[in-house]
């Protein structure tokens, strides 16, 4: 699994937390009593669900130690436990919240219908997953990785698949299926310049490649990357960038 830096990821809070907002806001479960956050990472997520359900017992899991720590000390009446998302299966929760985190599991759509099968009826799942894998943000960083003196050592990492079309999750979870809600969303989030991208990519979709590289390498593999993006995001009128962003959501209800 790669590192993962909460400052880091935590540097654009606004623009990563919407998603999960806009998520939780389709859920229509008024008074739940169990609420787990699935890869919880720093915890911001995690905030949206006990400030939507304060009366819950809400709990959150992730893999990795420095992410669960950070969110801990933001929300220290909650528990934080270590679990991994390709493994993990819920028992009793009322609602199990997925925010950007099934898109790092190989087989994620099976990974997907494998808890929802083990949901209670009544129970929801709520699924987010950023939809870029074939977006210039993604296509730029597997160029700049097969180009440089890095190539054999980076080489494996951009077979990582994408999100599937929508009926791929239709399938796999409508025969168990109360109700099941799907969509995309763009964003188009405005950032100062393509160096803002790197950063923002700096606590995702890069850090496999960055844990590969010592420290020169990794700058110029940055710098390298950098340079394409200036070309897929340009400068627009006032000199500001616009970083669009697709991502699919799910809510499905289990019967």
């Not at 169990?34 to 017992?57: H, Y």
């Not at 950070?70 to 220290?76: G, T």
């Not at 079309?165 to 409508?174: C, E, F, R, S, T």
């Amino acid at each position: 699994m790669p590192s993962w830096s909460p400052s880091q990821y935590l540097k654009f809070e606004e623009e990563r937390t919407r998603p999960a907002a806009e998520l939780l806001a389709r859920i229509s479960v008024a008074a739940p009593q169990k609420v787990v956050d699935v890869g919880c990472g720093p915890g911001n997520s995690t905030e949206l669900l006990v400030r939507r359900w304060p009366q819950a017992s809400v709990a959150g899991f992730d893999t990795s130690d420095d992410m669960r720590r950070a969110a801990a000390a933001r929300l220290p009446t909650c528990r934080f436990f270590k679990a991994d998302a390709a493994t993990w299966l819920p028992t009793d929760e009322d609602i199990v919240f997925a925010n950007a985190v099934f898109q790092w599991v190989s087989g994620h759509v099976a990974a997907i219908a494998a808890v929802f099968g083990a949901m209670r009826p009544g129970a929801v799942l709520a699924v987010q997953m950023p939809d870029n894998f074939n977006e210039p943000v993604h296509e730029a960083m597997r160029a700049a990785a097969s180009e440089g003196p890095w190539s054999k050592t980076l080489q494996d990492l951009s077979t990582r698949e994408g999100v599937a079309p929508a009926g791929a999750y239709y399938d796999a979870l409508a025969r168990q299926a109360r109700r099941l809600d799907l969509w995309h969303t763009h964003y188009h989030h405005v950032v100062a310049d393509a160096g803002a991208i790197v950063e923002w990519m700096k606590a995702t979709g890069l850090r496999p490649y960055l844990d590969r590289l010592p420290g020169a390498a990794a700058d110029e593999f940055l710098d390298a990357y950098r340079r394409r993006l200036e070309s897929a995001y340009p400068p627009r009128a006032n000199g500001a960038t616009i970083f669009t962003a697709p991502r699919f959501f799910l809510v499905a209800d289990r019967a």
